[in-house]
C-alpha cells in the first residue's frame, strides 16, 4: 500500500530563517506530488504541483520555492520566512490515471 | 474559474441522526471531479468521496452519500448515523478533468454530541 511522509510534524521558526520541509512518497512511482497551505480556520491553497523530476508548477507567487530532486521526493523551501508564511503545511500525492488526492500528516509552521 | 462554496460554517447533530453538508460549485468545464474531504483536530486530510460529473448515479461509500444535483450545480455529503468520531472540518472540492489543480471550499465545521 501508498504511505505519504512529512516532516517535521512542527516547527517554530524565527522570521527571515530558511525552512526545508519534506515529503517522501512510498509504494508508487511517478506519482503528481501537491505542496498546499492552510491558514488558520481557512480552506487549502495550492501552492505548488509536480508531474515528475525537476518539473515544478508554481500557483502562487512568494518566497516560497518547490523542488523535486527524486521521483518520490516533493521539498518546499524558504530562504527567509515571513511572519505570513505560518500555517499548516500538507502534501498530497495521486496516481496519475486517478483523480483522488492523498494527504500526508501535515507540518504546522509557526513563525515569530 | 472553479469555485467552490460551502455556506455553513458549523453545523449539530446528534449522534445516530443523518446531517447534511451543503456544497455548490461554479465551473464552465464540461468534465469535472467533486470530492469530499474529511479533517479531523489532528490536521490530516482524509479523502471521503468522488463524483464524476458524468456519473449518472450519486456516489455512496459506507455511510457517506453524495447527493448530486448538476442542474443546480450542488454536491451535498450526507452523513446517516452520525457517530462522534464524524466531529470535524469537512471540505467539498472539484477539479476539471485533465487539470492539476483541487480547488477547495472554506469548509464546514460538523459537531456531533451524544
Known amino acids: 500500500s501508498q504511505t505519504i511522509h512529512q516532516w517535521p510534524a512542527t516547527l517554530v521558526q524565527p522570521v527571515g530563517s530558511p525552512l526545508s520541509l519534506e515529503c517522501t512518497v512510498e509504494?508508487?512511482?511517478?506519482?503528481?506530488l501537491y505542496w498546499y497551505r492552510q491558514a488558520a480556520g481557512r480552506g487549502l491553497q495550492l501552492l505548488f504541483y509536480?508531474?515528475?523530476?525537476?518539473?515544478i508548477s508554481s500557483e502562487v507567487p512568494q518566497n516560497l520555492s518547490a523542488s523535486r530532486p527524486q521521483d518520490r521526493q516533493f521539498i518546499l523551501s524558504s530562504k527567509k520566512l515571513l511572519l505570513s508564511d505560518s500555517g499548516f503545511y500538507l502534501c498530497?500525492?495521486?496516481?496519475?490515471?486517478?483523480?483522488?488526492?492523498?494527504f500526508g500528516p501535515g507540518t504546522r509552521l509557526t513563525v515569530l | 474559474a472553479q469555485k467552490i462554496t460551502q455556506t455553513q460554517p458549523g453545523m449539530f447533530v446528534q449522534e445516530k441522526e443523518a446531517v447534511t453538508l451543503d456544497c455548490t460549485y461554479d465551473?464552465?468545464?464540461?468534465?469535472?471531479?467533486l470530492f469530499w474531504y474529511k479533517q479531523p483536530s489532528s490536521g490530516e486530510m482524509i479523502f471521503l468521496i468522488y463524483?464524476?460529473?458524468?456519473?449518472?448515479q450519486n456516489a455512496t461509500e459506507g455511510r457517506y452519500s453524495l447527493n448530486f444535483q448538476k442542474a443546480r450545480k450542488s454536491a451535498n455529503l450526507v452523513i446517516s448515523a452520525s457517530q462522534l468520531g464524524d466531529s470535524a472540518m469537512y471540505f467539498c472540492?472539484?477539479?476539471?478533468?485533465?487539470?492539476?489543480?483541487?480547488?477547495f471550499g472554506t469548509g464546514t465545521r460538523l459537531l456531533v454530541s451524544p
Open positions: 498530497a500525492w495521486e496516481p496519475g490515471s486517478y483523480n483522488e488526492q492523498f
Open positions: 509504494g508508487t512511482s511517478n506519482p503528481n
Open positions: 509536480s508531474v515528475g523530476i525537476g518539473q
Open positions: 465551473t464552465s468545464d464540461p468534465s469535472y471531479g
Open positions: 463524483q464524476g460529473s458524468y456519473d449518472q
Open positions: 472540492a472539484m477539479r476539471s478533468t485533465g487539470f492539476q489543480k483541487l480547488v
